[in-house]
């Protein structure tokens, strides 16, 4: 795995891509893709795990979403650096979502697909339906994400790191008519983990 000379073969965009997404990022390496990481710390090339020999070039940018100017101007650069991003994969709390969004859109190719993944209150039974944001606009395929618990009855918990990887992966590899994918599950609504 290189970490620094980006290939101009759909670059991929990855928010949050350390901690829960890493094992995404590292998938994305060993596909031999070219993956700009954005993480509010900087990342240890170690947490992808083993490479592979497929060639995929890792550029870790280091960025706050909460901090709209600076976080758009490191999106902008890595995408000067490798070309539009065909593909983003994005874990945005939503108090940055809106500006994060609109400056990741700005860097995407005409037909890029975004994964937008997002915790369990999404499906909350008082929540409205999780629709896809207005800064992508019509021409990006926009696919949601909704991180559950796991577990019967009274006995669940959260999903592990693993298993949200497996999921936002099976979600990046799947059909473009998949809207909205559930990893675990969410109902009912009361089964949830209460720490």
């Known amino acids: 795995m290189d970490v620094t000379e ?3 073969r759909s670059p991929v965009l990855v928010v949050g891509g350390t901690g829960m997404l890493a094992a995404v990022v590292g998938a994305l390496l060993r596909e031999g893709l ?4 954005v993480p509010r710390n900087p990342p240890v090339p170690a947490a992808f795990g083993t490479p592979g020999t497929a060639g995929g070039v890792l550029i870790p940018v280091s960025a706050d979403y909460t901090e709209p100017e600076p976080f758009a101007r490191t999106i902008r650069r890595a995408a000067a650096r490798t070309g539009p991003f065909r ?3 994005l874990w945005v709390h939503a108090e940055g ?4 969004y609109a400056a990741v859109a ?5 037909d890029a697909s975004v994964i937008e993944v997002v915790g369990s209150g999404a499906l909350a039974p008082t929540a409205p339906a999780p629709r896809p944001p207005e800064a992508f606009g019509p021409h990006i395929r926009h696919r949601t994400v909704v ?3 796991t577990g019967d009855g009274p006995r669940t918990r959260w999903l592990d790191h693993g298993e949200i990887g497996t999921g936002v992966l099976a979600a990046l590899r799947a059909p473009q008519g998949d809207r909205l994918r559930v990893v675990g599950r969410v109902r009912p609504w009361e ?3 209460s720490a």
Request: aromatic share 4%; net charge positive.
């Open 6 to 8: 980006p290939t101009r």
């Open 34 to 37: 070219t993956t700009v990481v």
């Open 87 to 89: 593909q983003a994969v």
């Open 97 to 100: 979502r809106p500006h994060a």
């Open 106 to 110: 700005d860097t995407l190719t005409q």
């Open 147 to 149: 991180l559950g618990f």
């Open 191 to 193: 089964d949830r983990p």
